[in-house]
């Protein structure tokens, strides 16, 4: 069944720094990397929903910063410390918040959790969107394209590294290059692909902004195809649903290292793909999700 969605104020678009945003009827089954709930679960509070823990884990992790109230510190004192921006948006309090959410739901890897405690994901949404950056929600980001919900980054970057500590990393589908950013907070080289060019401009402006261009190679082309004279990499995230895992990505992942992807296309659910040999691959099924269609080519506008 299909999370019902509730029609919002931005459904005819708005003139911003994207140019004209085309979000129209918003976030819809369509163009939603929202995960799948059960009609049971349909209108319960997001954080009521069923969680899905890590495999061979159970639970959720309880808060570990290093230092006993260093968490509960860091979202009573944010507030003194982060400016005000966009609608009175603060950000670092709210970004404390969701990292705590994100422990709560069962992501463990500490270098993710900091990694998107240090990334302001309002600034890579419209800015009529930006109060809700911070909610576990997948939000469009025009082009009915969406940003994934902070869970789903979250979720995919911790499978392909765990116990693992993956050099150069291969994203196809950058989007807003929030995700991007948030790999390149500790992953020395990030390669992401985006194949709209109204999505890659600004994206590329975003991420020189928050000064990661020197860790971050955004590239303007067919994400299906990878980056073949880049290869071999150590993990490939892949943000958006094929009927199958593009065999050129595949042959583009290093031995020993691992590929996460959406796929399917009414049903879709994650795919885990660790390299074992050379023409060797191992995989594994893990949650139901929904994302956007994989698509060859490219788009202008």
């Keep these: 069944m299909r999370k019902p969605v509730a029609p919002f104020t931005f459904e005819r678009g708005t003139t911003n720094r994207f140019g004209r945003s085309s979000l129209g009827g918003g976030v819809s089954a369509a163009n939603s990397n929202t995960r799948i709930v059960t009609p049971a679960s349909a209108n319960k509070p997001a954080q009521q929903a069923p969680l899905h823990a890590f495999p061979g884990r159970s639970g959720a992790a309880p808060l570990n910063t290093g230092s006993?109230?260093?968490?509960?510190?860091?979202?009573?004192?944010?507030?003194a410390r982060a400016p005000q921006v966009n609608l009175g948006l603060n950000s670092e309090r709210l970004r404390a918040i969701m990292v705590q959410r994100l422990r709560n739901q069962g992501i463990q890897d500490e270098r993710v959790l900091n990694a998107m405690m240090q990334v302001p994901r309002h600034i890579f949404v419209d800015e009529g969107l930006a109060s809700r950056a911070y909610e576990n929600a997948a939000l469009p980001i025009g082009h009915s394209q969406t940003i994934s919900q902070p869970w789903v980054v979250a979720r995919m970057i911790s499978a392909m590294c765990e116990n693992r500590?993956?050099?150069?990393?291969?994203?196809?589908?950058a989007g807003c290059g929030y995700q991007a950013a948030v790999l390149a907070q500790f992953i020395k080289e990030v390669h992401a692909i985006e194949r709209i060019r109204g999505l890659f401009d600004p994206a590329r402006e975003t991420l020189r902004s928050l000064k990661l261009m020197s860790r971050v190679r955004l590239v303007f082309g067919d994400g299906m195809i990878g980056l073949p004279g880049l290869a071999p990499f150590d993990g490939i995230i892949v943000a958006a649903a094929g009927i199958?895992?593009?065999?050129?990505?595949?042959?583009?992942?290093?031995?020993?290292?691992?590929?996460?992807?959406?796929?399917?296309?009414?049903?879709?659910?994650?795919?885990?793909?660790?390299?074992?040999?050379?023409?060797?691959?191992?995989?594994?099924?893990?949650e139901s999700v929904r994302f956007v269609p994989l698509r060859s080519g490219t788009q202008q506008y």
């Design 68 to 79: 006993p109230g260093k968490g509960q510190a860091m979202l009573a004192n944010a507030g």
């Design 244 to 286: 199958k895992i593009p065999q050129a990505l595949l042959e583009q992942l290093a031995v020993g290292g691992r590929l996460i992807a959406p796929e399917g296309t009414t049903a879709q659910r994650l795919i885990l793909i660790e390299r074992t040999g050379a023409t060797a691959w191992r995989r594994e099924e893990l």
């Design 165 to 173: 500590e993956p050099v150069r990393v291969l994203e196809v589908g």
